[in-house]
């Protein structure tokens, strides 16, 4: 491949703040009111014209992650904080059913317009500053210390310079770039990608009670005519707020040579953007064929980009176990709680499900204090797990609450001249909890 060398360029500082957030999903717009709220003067980068990352644009429309998990027993609500509070303002909006159950569990589907300008008011109120429509392509870096980071959108390029760092891209591309170690999965190995869509006009009184059951055994018999290309045989079909509404989580992205796809490969990327969309058609037919109440159902919308389960996984100071998942395993430092199943996609080859029932486990601070980079956390997705602990960990609870922590951690390390590894665990647990959340 023949090179280019791009020619040195002066750059406009466009910001000098206290925190600076790349990405603004659940983590991100989490730490972003948070850090606002708290004093810091903070500011917010994400690509997307909107807030809500893959739980929007990826469109993976529910809040998972809030309840307990038990085969016979009541729903409980084990988080709360900055994720309860979400949930709350969804709810009251009409945007969000708050039970429906999911195998051993529940969760809380959600309207993604709904979720967008819920966020763009919470943050307008907290007074964190926006930078939507703008990509975080650079750090600068000085002995372990980032200095900025340098953005581009249509203006140009720009530096963003903060005192503290939170990286929620959810690819943890902030983290990367500054020099942090990172893993992919299982030896490389990551679950699969979906592309999500909405089904209008389904009679959801005909079917009677809904059994994701019920569907599985539709979709092999389905498959078994060779008239559809269902390469999942296990969709997700959950009824949205709306009642005409079914969120349809039912694609499962398998490169036409059967390699990994990596989020972090625009080859792959787009490849699997051009296989989502056809398998979004099979799945409609398949519906309106062979699901009662769906005859007259017809595709609504699809979500604006491929959804990304898993991608970069940053190596902190302490990596979550999938013992300590299976375990239940409480931690001293502990942040926030979760009973959500290990869930691994595997794309044509099913789903793996291990449930959590009757306890739940907690995520530790120290694993969102990524190795080799000082004044930076992360939070979302990319925080430090083993693979089949992340595919429990990542669901948007758990984010949400972790987006607060590194907030509240940046308050400290700021006002109180601390770094992540001194500050008062004691004191950001009570700030949490004098904050909603259940620690
Ligand atoms: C198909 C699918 C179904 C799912 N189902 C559920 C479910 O039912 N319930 C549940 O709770 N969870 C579900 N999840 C998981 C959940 O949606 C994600 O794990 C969660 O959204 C992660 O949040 P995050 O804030 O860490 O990252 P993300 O939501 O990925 O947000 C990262 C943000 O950073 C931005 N960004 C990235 N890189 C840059 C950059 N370089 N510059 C600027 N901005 C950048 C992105 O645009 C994005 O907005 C599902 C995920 C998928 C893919």
Redesign the pocket.
Known sequence: MSKYIEPAKELTILEEVDVVI???????VSAAVNAAEEGLSTVI????GF?????V?????????LFNSTEDGKPEQIVQGFAGRFADLLEAKGGLVRLER?GHTW?SPHDPFIWKETADEIIEKSGAKTYFH????DTIVKDGEIEGII?ENKDGRGVIKGKFYID????G??AYRAGAPFVFGKDGDIQS??F?FRMTDVDWGKYGEWKLEDVWKKTLEASATGNYHLPRKHP?I?KAPNKKQAIM?ATSIVAKDGRTLYPTKTKDLTEAEFLGRKQVREYERFVQDYIPGFENSYLMDTASQI???QSRTIVCDYTLKNEDVVEAKKFDSAIVRSA?PIEVHLGDKGVKVVNLDEDYYEVPFEAMIPKKVNNLLV????ISAEHEALASC????Q?FEE?QAAALAAVQIIKDAKTSRTISIEKLQDKMREKGSLI
């Open positions: 790349v990405g603004g999903g659940p983590a991100g980068i994400e690509k997307n807030f809500g990352g893959a739980n644009g990826g469109y993976s429309a529910t809040i998972g992650g999911f969760l703008t990509n975080f392509v953005v929620c891209s959810g690819d591309d902030l990608m979906t999500t997700f959950f989580n959804g990304i389960r959500w939070a979302g997705r990319c990542r669901v948007v609870a984010c987006g």
